[in-house]
Structure formats: C-alpha cells, structure tokens
C-alpha cells in the first residue's frame, strides 16, 4: 500500500448532481493530482495541486474542480454530472520543492463513480 | 508530450521473463521513459524510470537503446501475481513542476500457471 487513501471507494449519482471525493496524501507528501480513468482506459490527468494552489490542468471543464488545505488533503469537486463521468477518479501524492522532487507518484485505491 | 505505442495486450506462463516494448519516435531531449504497473481496482504502481541505456531495481529492468525512440521492460521469472496493466509513459522531470503523468492504453500482461 502507498499511504494514499481515498473516500468513498464507491459513490453512485444522478445525472446534473454534485459530487464531492476525498483524498489523503502519503505522510510527508505536498502535492495532490487527480485522475479520471474510464474502464479499459489508462488514467487521465485533470489536475495537480501544489501548496494549496492548482498546478497544472488537464483538458477538463471548469466544473471539475479541487481544493488542497494545509494538511495537504485534497477533493475534486465535479458539479453538474454527467454520464461520461462515470469512471474511477484517483489521487496520486508526491513530494516537491524547489530543492528536490519525488519523481514517483503513489496513487490511492480510487474512488468509483457511477453516474445514472 | 511524446505518444507512447505499445502491444495491447500479451500472454505468458509462469517463470518465464516477459519483455514489453514501448515505442515513442518524438521523444524529446528532456523526457524521462516511466513504467506503471496497474492491478484491477488499485491505482498505478510505480516500477521503474530511466533516461538511456540499462536501468534495474529489484522488481525489473528497463532497457534503451542509443536513439532513445523504444525502450523495453523486462520483468524475470513472472508469476501470477505479475498479471496487469503496464503502462509506458514518456515526459519531461521540470525541476520545479511535477510533470503531469500522460497514460496510454497500456499493455495488459495475462500470466497463466
């Protein structure tokens, strides 16, 4: 296991609902990206959060949004839902500073989202 | 970001060493060559990272050639345990940015007894 854990592991919602994920980093990581993988596809970048800040964007719409806080805790935030958005979401964490990086990821479980 | 191809899928039997090649023509000066193994419902599992030549940990080896264009990983003696999605991915290490992850489709490696 990586550290990297994610809630709910499963989640099933209404077309047009709001959806919130949560995604606690490895001990010692600042850095927060998130995933969308469709089934029989690889992973899909949305976002990258760093320090608290968005770090990076995936070709994603606005209405996929993400927080990071202090403890470097993270949500992705999807809001008028769609059926294509039915898919595994995951957080991955590493560490960075302007010093040194973690070239690795360490991805959690996932969360799987279906939308009817 | 340089397009990764690889098989899209491959059989083995147990014991046997497995080698997956990944091709990326248009790789760049700065980009790194990056293996992720992927077992059904967990996310991508970080293997192995390379520049040039021969690069090995203690799960597997990762083999590039002069031209940098194909890289191949070869996992020794796999078992049953070693059926997954492995993925190929190719890009640049900024220094102060983590370089997002770009996946391809991957190569589904199915290990029989």
């Known amino acids: 296991e990586t550290g990297v854990t994610q809630s709910p592991t499963h989640l099933i919602k209404t077309r047009g609902q709001q959806v919130t994920l949560r995604c606690s980093s490895q001990?010692?990581?600042?850095?927060v990206s998130w995933y969308q993988q469709a089934l029989g596809q690889g992973p899909q970048f949305i976002f990258q959060y760093y320090r608290e800040e968005e770090n990076g964007r995936g070709n994603f719409p606005p209405r996929f949004s993400g927080l990071q806080f202090p403890n470097y805790s993270s949500e992705l935030n999807v809001n008028a839902l769609e059926l294509d958005d039915s898919a595994l979401y995951l957080c991955?964490?590493?560490?960075?500073?302007?010093?040194?990086?973690?070239?690795?990821?360490?991805f959690g479980p996932g969360t799987r989202l279906t939308v009817t | 970001l340089a397009k990764t191809t690889q098989p899209i899928s491959m059989d083995s039997y147990e014991g046997q060493e497995v080698n997956i090649t990944c091709s990326h023509n248009n790789i760049a000066t700065n980009d790194y060559i990056t293996w992720y193994q992927q077992f059904p419902s967990q996310g991508p599992r970080f293997i192995i990272q390379?520049?040039?030549t021969k690069v090995t940990n203690e799960v597997a080896s990762l083999f590039i050639p002069a031209d940098r264009k194909s890289s191949t990983l070869s996992l020794p003696r796999v078992s049953l345990s070693d059926t997954a999605v492995y993925y190929c991915l190719v890009g640049e290490r900024k220094s102060y940015n983590t370089d997002k992850l770009i996946f391809g489709t991957g190569t589904r490696l199915q290990v029989f007894p």
């Open positions: 001990s010692g990581h600042n850095t």
């Open positions: 991955a964490s590493t560490f960075q500073s302007a010093a040194q990086r973690d070239y690795e990821q360490y």
């Open positions: 390379g520049y040039k």
